[in-house]
């Protein structure tokens, strides 16, 4: 239950739900872990990385580099 204040360490499990975890570390020290596709450039469809010898696989849609270059 979100009480409003910022909490520390993992999150609480939640009933009906697997609750594992995954832990990405911030990789520059600017609070934020760095995904990059290591897809061919101006692949079709979803961004991907495969990590940890092909046990963490993350996908996603956009590119956030479209931002920064917008701001």
Request: charged share 35%; hydrophobic share 25%; net charge negative.
């Amino acid at each position: 239950m979100w009480t409003g204040r910022k909490k520390f360490g993992p999150p609480e499990d939640v009933e009906e739900q697997c609750n594992a975890h995954c832990y990405i570390a911030d990789d520059y020290g600017d609070n934020v872990a760095t995904i990059r596709c290591e897809l061919p450039p101006h692949h079709k469809g979803m961004h991907r990385e495969i990590s940890r010898e092909g046990k963490l696989i993350i996908e996603w849609e956009e590119d956030e580099r479209e931002y920064d270059s917008a701001v």
